[in-house]
């Protein structure tokens, strides 16, 4: 005996679900689990790592697929790619709350991380425990925003703990090497982005050791490549500004 399935079902398993209500109907898409969020943050860029298929659903776990009707009334189009597109920027990931509270500790802890990495005790110039970032955000009531990437919440959390505690980001030491020929109109240019001039020395070219933040590090980056076409160079020596006799990052 044959089963007649329903040519509008689709079965799928292992499947997150992002939800949306529009024009007074649901729609669901069907997604991989964890590509959800990699999407959303510009992790992960291709669409088809992140849909199971690219169909649209008025219920994914009964596998009913939408009506071209009810997806042109409600988007104005009957693409569905594009569709997904919609649903996965602003549409409601469906997990349970035991999936959702492992998600939001997961993230504290990525942030707390991150910010580990990019910062140190001024007073010291070592960086701080991440149990002890992750103390200091628990005493600040910092609430994790899951649309958003760790490192983007790690500024927002640097921001918010140097109110409570001596926090700042990490220096970059750097060797720069500047052409002669243009060595005092690109350091001039240059003198905004440098925290600290550690050593310099001019002889057929212009080299320096200096203490940036990090945040600064493309900028300077960009302006050698261009100043010079190519002729000076930037190299990262330690990515943290570290007490001598310790090993550089």
């Not at 959303?40 to 776990?61: I, P």
């Given at each position: 005996m044959s089963i007649f399935t329903p040519t509008n079902q689709i079965r799928l398993t292992n499947v997150a679900v992002v939800r949306m209500k529009k024009g007074g109907k649901r729609f669901e898409i069907a997604c991989y689990k964890n590509k959800v969020m990699s999407w959303?943050?510009?992790?992960?860029?291709?669409?088809?790592?992140?849909?199971?298929?690219?169909?649209?659903?008025?219920?994914?776990?009964k596998g009913q697929t939408a009506k071209k009707d009810d997806l042109v009334k409600a988007f104005g189009t009957e693409d569905q790619t594009e569709i997904c597109k919609q649903?996965?920027?602003?549409?409601?990931?469906?997990?349970?709350?035991?999936?959702?509270?492992?998600?939001?500790?997961?993230?504290?802890?990525?942030?707390?991380?991150?910010?580990?990495?990019?910062?140190?005790?001024?007073?010291?110039?070592?960086?701080y425990p991440v149990s002890m970032i992750e103390r200091a955000m628990k005493d600040i009531h910092y609430s994790v925003k899951p649309n958003k990437s760790a490192k983007q919440q790690a500024l927002e959390v640097i921001r918010q703990l140097k109110e409570t505690m001596e926090i700042q980001r990490a220096h970059m030491r750097l060797r720069l090497v500047l052409p002669a020929k243009e060595a005092k109109r690109l350091k001039e240019k240059l003198k905004p982005l440098l925290q600290v001039v550690e050593s310099e020395d001019f002889d057929e070219e212009l080299e320096m050791v200096c203490l940036v933040d990090p945040g600064c590090f493309r900028e300077i980056d960009e302006l050698i490549r261009c100043e010079?076409?190519?002729?000076?160079?930037?190299?990262?020596?330690?990515?943290?500004?570290?007490?001598?006799?310790e090993e550089k990052m």
């Open positions: 959303r943050t510009g992790a992960e860029k291709d669409l088809d790592e992140v849909l199971q298929t690219h169909s649209v659903f008025m219920n994914v776990s649903i996965l920027a602003k549409g409601e990931l469906q997990v349970s709350d035991k999936e959702r509270q492992t998600q939001l500790e997961t993230m504290f802890r990525d942030i707390a991380t991150t910010v580990a990495d990019k910062c140190v005790n001024p007073d010291t110039k070592r960086p010079t076409k190519g002729r000076g160079s930037l190299e990262v020596l330690s990515l943290k500004d570290v007490e001598e006799g």
